[in-house]
């Protein structure tokens, strides 16, 4: 296109500007060349014929190049190559698209009523015929006639009359028998004996039997008259009586067959721990000590015990009174867990200081509560702390307390002292402190069931939360199983080994206590050998 142009352009010049130029021949070819373009770089065919004039025009040839002249020797210039940039400009096409026609005419919804009408069903039903006729409801009457029993009972026969195992209304009629006692509760026709502690007497006379020392569920003895056929065929005893193989009082391994009062078809004076804790002393050679044993599961409990109301000193077991009345003296109001009692030169003295216990000696000048006294004086044995308990609560209150239990032979005089002086400005200088193995026992019965006058529930449980807590043991809890309870109190001198408490294990609950006149050395291995033998007893009554 530039080349064009140019070419055009100097046409215009020639014509104008140079026209006094000769023009040249129209036939010279060389002019008719240079108006032809050569497409794609080839030149067009030769048009011209050799030895002629004759120009032939292309169709499409300027009018004005048929009269104009080029001259042979005209210049060409070079073709102009510059292109004028296309016109791109499109004109912004026309986007409007007209909103459609989205109008839908209402659709005919109409649907005409149905029939819906049900003609009545016949319900009709005919009545039943529901006519029973009455049933035969007659029972004849019973034959309820019983004949009449024959309650006759004839008479006792003079068996041991006045005597061991004869009849009696009161004491009076056991004529022949020093000291007598008329046995009436639960003893048919009453029952003539007397205490024994191994043997009776024996009266030798047409109409009697003999006597024998038996067990009673109190754990005493008394004679009662052994069976015979003799005087009395076929039973061998009284009516109400019957015959039993029974071990004798304080002889266990001695069994004779005795009359024993029946109530509910049950032998009344069976006993059948006192022979088993006999063995069991006699194992552990402590058959001549002083022992009990109360199986309190039972109603009422029984009791076996050997020489079990005979008064020992008791040492530090009378600490477990003291626990008995200051917990009394907080129930009724005389003192607070919480007052405070302050340790003097009369109450200091040698005590017991377990290893395991952390807590501090009592001195002279500590201000201490009634509560810890009373801890320390249970779980550590502590001398001091049970001194001063018996200087606030006052001996005679606490012995008083006991008596008023039924528990007589508890009795507290004096201080206790682990070390000289013994100075106690108010003991008497006669009387000593005392408990029997029997009554420390029922002490312990009291202290887990409570019972007359002794005190409530919650200052029991308080009692045994801290006996519970005993950090000494003369035997007995170390031969009780991991899962027994064990809560009780011990006491020792140079000459004695006492141990005592509550056991609760394989569903049994048992109070004990063990006072042997032996010292620490002695004593303490037997307590552990009848502390085993006594789980036995136990495993074997509470399987």
Known sequence: MRSLCALLCALLFMACGEASQPVADASDTGIADALVPEPDGVPDEDTHAPGTDTVTETADADPLDADSETPEDTVVLDEDTYLPPEDTYLPPQDTYVPPQDTYVPPQDTYVPPQDTYVPPQDTYVPPQDTYVPPQDTYVPPQDTYVPPQDTYVAPEPDFNPGWIGGACDDASDCFDIDGAVCLTDGFSGGHCTEPCDLYCPDRFGPNDSVSFCATTRDGFGTCMARCSAELIPGTGCRPGYACVDTPRHDD????????????????????????????????????????????????????????????IYPASMIKTMLLAEAEHQVETGQLALTDTFVINAFHHTCTGDPPEDPRPQLVIGDVVALELLMDLAITRSDNTAANALIDYLGREAVTDYMAA?????????????????????????????????????ELYALILDGGPGFVGAARRDHMQTILAAQLLSNGISEALPANAVWMGKTGSTSTKTHDSGLILWN?????????????PATGKPLIRIFADELVNVIEDRNP
């Open 252 to 311: 266990p391994d001695r069994i004779v067959a005795t009359c024993l009062p029946l109530v509910d078809g049950a032998p009344a004076l069976m006993n059948d721990l006192q022979a088993p804790i006999e063995l069991a002393a006699a194992a552990a050679g402590l058959d001549d000590e002083r022992i009990a044993v109360i199986d309190l599961g039972l109603d009422p409990p029984m009791v076996a015990q050997i020489n079990g109301l005979s008064p």
């Open 405 to 441: 239990l039924g528990l007589p032979t508890l009795q507290v005089y004096r201080m206790v002292y682990g070390c000289e002086p013994y100075d106690d400005p108010d003991w008497d200088g006669v009387h000593s402190n005392t408990m029997t193995a029997l009554d420390t026992a």
């Open 507 to 519: 569903g049994g609950r048992y109070a004990v206590a063990v006072f042997a006149d032996l010292p």
